[in-house]
C-alpha cells in the first residue's frame, strides 16, 4: 500500500508572528520555518503504518516556494521514503489557496495512485481547513476528517474521529482520505543518521504551470492587524464586589 502524505511549509509555532507595515499580511523576512504541526502527525502515522508492514511506502508532497523543500527533507529524515515539490510560487508571502493546491495534489495522485491520502486537518498559518475535504471530493475517495486513531484492515480503514459531541467511528473503503487531528500520536525526533540519510532520498521537482493547473487567488486579503491587547484584570475583595463588576461589564 502506497501512502501520500501533503506538508506544508509555515511559520515556526514557536514563533511570535508580526504583521507587515502595511497591514497586507503576516511578516515572513527572517522567520523561522517548519513544517505544519498537523503535517507532522500524519507523516507520523503513515511511517507507523509503513513500520507495522501495513504501507510499502510513503511519498511527502508540498506545494509552494522552492524553500518547501527543507519541510520534505524533513519528513524524509523522519522515514518518508521519496518527496515530491510542485513549485506554485516565488513569493513566500504567496499563500497557494486549498482549492489549487487540492488540485494539484489529485495531478499527483493520479499518477501516484497512492491507496490512502493523510494529510493534517488544517494549516496553522490560515486554519482553512479545507484541503483534505476539497481533495476528496474531487479523487471521489472516501474521507475522515479529524482522525484521533487510524487502524487499517484490508480494504477497510478504521477510523475514530472527533466531533463536538465526543468520539464517532467511521469505517471508510480504501482508496480514502485522512485528515489527522492533534491526538492521533505524537511525532517522533529526527535522529542525526537519518536527517544524513535524507539528503541522499530522492526528492523530485515539478511546476505547478507545467501541470497546467489555474492557482490564481481567489479570495484578496483586506488587512491585517494584531490582536487587541488584553486589558489587564483587577482584584476584589468580595463576592459582592465581584458580581457588581461582572454586572457593570454586561458578562450577568
Not at 513500520?51 to 520534505?72: F, K
Not at 510542485?86 to 488540485?103: F, G, I, Q, R, W
Request: proline share 4%; hydrophobic share 45%; glycine share 6%.
Amino acid at each position: 500500500m502506497k501512502i501520500l502524505v501533503p506538508v506544508k511549509r509555515v511559520i515556526d509555532y514557536n514563533v511570535k508572528v508580526r504583521v507587515r507595515a502595511d497591514g497586507s499580511g503576516v511578516d515572513l523576512s527572517n522567520i523561522k520555518m517548519s513544517m505544519n504541526p498537523f503535517d507532522e502527525i500524519a507523516v507520523e502515522e503513515a511511517i507507523r503504518l509503513k513500520e507495522a508492514s501495513i504501507a510499502s511506502e510513503v511519498v511527502a508532497v508540498s506545494i509552494g516556494v522552492s524553500q518547501a523543500q527543507e519541510t520534505l527533507r524533513t519528513a524524509l529524515a523522519l522515514g518518508a521514503d521519496r518527496a515530491i515539490l510542485v513549485n506554485a510560487s516565488d513569493d513566500v508571502h504567496h499563500d497557494v489557496e486549498p482549492l489549487a493546491v487540492a488540485k494539484i495534489l489529485k495531478a499527483i495522485i493520479d499518477d501516484e495512485k497512492p491507496n490512502m491520502v493523510i494529510a493534517g486537518k488544517q494549516a496553522i498559518d490560515n486554519d482553512m481547513n479545507a484541503t483534505g475535504q476539497m481533495l476528496s471530493a474531487l479523487l471521489g475517495w472516501s474521507q475522515a476528517t479529524f482522525a484521533s486513531e487510524l487502524k487499517v484492515d484490508g480494504d477497510y480503514a478504521l477510523v475514530t474521529r472527533e466531533v463536538d459531541g465526543g468520539l464517532q467511528t467511521l469505517c471508510v473503503n480504501l482508496p480514502c482520505v485522512i485528515t489527522a487531528d492533534l491526538r492521533l500520536n505524537e511525532p517522533r525526533y529526527a535522529s542525526l543518521p537519518n536527517i544524513i540519510k535524507a539528503k541522499k532520498k530522492p526528492l523530485e521537482k515539478r511546476s505547478a504551470s507545467e501541470m497546467g493547473i489555474d492557482i490564481t487567488p481567489r479570495l484578496n486579503i483586506v488587512s491585517t492587524k494584531e490582536p487587541v491587547t488584553r486589558k489587564a484584570g483587577i482584584t476584589v475583595n468580595s463576592v459582592d464586589e465581584l458580581v457588581n463588576k461582572l454586572k457593570e461589564a454586561g458578562a450577568l
